[in-house]
Nanobody, 126 residues
């Protein structure tokens, strides 16, 4: 499966953005999808992930209550709705996927995911 992440851009504190992750390939509905983010000098951190049918979600403490992950399997797309944005949310956001049938690692571990999008930058105006 190939992933394309888009929707990043210039945000304002307190504002909102919605990121999209478009997947190509078959059987998207059997993949767990996650969003990670990486800011300069830092490791790639888990933001949120969602299970096959969308019923299982997990968020990092830093975004809980502000971000919502969702998916539309009919459109082969996952989303990250980001509300009440903060300057510390500045990062490159990556979507990632792993086949749920063969997943071996934890949902929040970057090494678990076999497929990655190219990243989309979220930054803030001063």
């Amino acid at each position: 499966v190939q992933l394309q992440a888009f929707g990043g851009g210039l945000a304002q504190a307190g504002g909102s953005l919605r990121l999209s992750c478009l997947a190509s390939g078959r059987n998207f509905n059997q993949y767990r999808v996650a969003w990670f983010r990486q800011s300069p000098g830092n490791v790639r951190d888990h933001v949120a992930d969602i299970g096959w049918l969308g019923g299982s979600t997990k968020y990092s403490d830093s975004v809980k209550g502000r971000f919502t992950i969702s998916r539309d399997n009919a459109k082969n797309t996952a989303y990250l709705q980001m509300n009440d944005l903060k300057v510390e949310d500045t990062a490159i956001y990556y979507c990632a996927a792993v086949d749920g049938l063969s997943q071996r690692g934890g949902n929040t571990y970057a090494g678990t995911y076999d497929y990655w999008g190219q990243g989309t930058l979220v930054t803030f105006s001063s």
